[in-house]
């Protein structure tokens, strides 16, 4: 009897790995990790980029995600690595997938695996800085994130699919501060430091304990948004994962000026 022979592309050990940094803003803040993902791959067809694919039956292009933002939330700092059948430029490959992915999907930055700082992705993504912009009165808001961050531990609940699950809201919390909205009154903006822990603390959670703690409310649901994520020093400042250099305000305000560009939260 014929040994049956696994079909598509042939294997190709890796001769090349390539990190991206995306964002996804807008109306695509509300797509999951799985349509992003299904989105990406097919751009890579698309865009005719050489991946380097699994063997077996059914292979697939070797692409590493690395801590996806929830579904609902904007980010301008997600990444990924790539594995290349060949070399290539990362900022042709950058290019080339950010011309076919849809408007809000957009490809940031691109570089090469081999000059970045030593160790995976995964291992060099410590904390996020995340960037609330909520509907509520500033002074309330800041009365608790001060009781927050005064609190040792909060507790929260969370439903996953194994059912509720308690954890602590406030351990992983490095920094948190409030600000008021530049441009609209009523509105207020917290921006937080957050270890990436197991399980992971989302902004959901910080809202929840922020209510458990102080009987916090927003009046209409929160735009929340990754401003960066990476390495993080024993000052709270979160570095860039893709070389050695810390992110500066310059930079981050540069991120703030491209979300103050989506409309208000509640609109559509």
Same mark, same amino acid.
């Given at each position: 009897?014929?040994?049956?022979?696994?079909?598509?592309?042939?294997?190709?050990?890796?001769v090349?790995?390539?990190?991206?940094?995306?964002?996804?803003r807008?109306?695509?803040?509300?797509?999951?990790?799985?349509?992003?993902?299904?989105?990406?791959?097919?751009?890579?067809?698309?865009?005719?980029?050489?991946?380097?694919?699994?063997?077996?039956?059914?292979?697939?292009?070797?692409?590493?995600?690395?801590?996806?933002?929830?579904?609902?939330?904007?980010?301008?700092?997600?990444?990924?690595e790539?594995?290349?059948?060949?070399?290539?430029?990362?900022?042709?490959?950058?290019?080339?997938?950010?011309?076919v992915?849809?408007?809000?999907?957009?490809?940031?930055?691109?570089?090469?695996? @081999?000059?970045?700082? &030593?160790g995976?992705?995964?291992?060099?993504? !410590?904390?996020? %800085?995340?960037?609330?912009?909520? /509907? +509520? =009165?500033?002074?309330?808001?800041?009365?608790?994130?001060?009781?927050?961050?005064?609190?040792?531990s909060?507790?929260?609940?969370?439903?996953?699919?194994d059912g509720?699950?308690?954890?602590?809201?406030?351990?992983?919390?490095?920094?948190?501060?409030?600000?008021?909205?530049?441009?609209?009154?009523?509105?207020?903006?917290?921006?937080?430091?957050?270890?990436?822990?197991?399980?992971?603390?989302?902004?959901?959670?910080?809202?929840?304990?922020?209510?458990?703690?102080?009987?916090? @409310?927003?009046?209409? &649901?929160?735009?929340?948004?990754?401003?960066? !994520?990476?390495? %993080?020093?024993?000052?709270?400042? /979160? +570095? =860039?994962?893709?070389?050695?250099?810390k992110?500066s305000?310059t930079?981050?305000?540069?991120?703030?000026?491209?979300?103050?560009?989506?409309?208000?939260?509640?609109?559509?």
């Amino acid at each position: 009897m014929a040994r049956r022979l696994p079909e598509g592309p042939a294997h190709v050990p890796p001769v090349q790995r390539i990190r991206l940094q995306y964002a996804k803003r807008g109306r695509l803040r509300f797509s999951s990790h799985r349509d992003f993902a299904r989105a990406f791959e097919r751009s890579l067809r698309r865009a005719d980029i050489p991946m380097a694919y699994s063997a077996g039956f059914h292979p697939h292009p070797k692409i590493s995600y690395v801590g996806a933002a929830p579904t609902g939330v904007g980010s301008e700092a997600e990444y990924l690595e790539l594995a290349m059948a060949r070399h290539c430029e990362p900022e042709q490959v950058r290019a080339a997938i950010d011309a076919v992915l849809p408007d809000g999907l957009d490809m940031i930055r691109a570089v090469d695996a @081999a000059d970045c700082p &030593p160790g995976s992705l995964a291992e060099v993504m !410590q904390a996020s %800085v995340w960037q609330l912009e909520l /509907v +509520a =009165d500033p002074q309330s808001l800041r009365e608790a994130v001060l009781a927050l961050l005064a609190a040792e531990s909060v507790l929260v609940e969370r439903l996953t699919k194994d059912g509720r699950r308690s954890l602590d809201a406030r351990a992983p919390i490095v920094s948190a501060e409030m600000s008021d909205h530049p441009d609209q009154e009523g509105r207020a903006i917290l921006t937080m430091v957050v270890r990436q822990v197991t399980p992971t603390v989302r902004p959901d959670d910080v809202l929840t304990a922020l209510q458990s703690v102080a009987g916090f @409310a927003p009046s209409q &649901p929160p735009r929340a948004t990754r401003l960066a !994520q990476g390495p %993080v020093d024993e000052t709270g400042t /979160v +570095a =860039d994962p893709l070389c050695t250099t810390k992110l500066s305000a310059t930079e981050l305000s540069a991120t703030e000026t491209l979300l103050s560009t989506e409309p208000p939260v509640g609109t559509r």
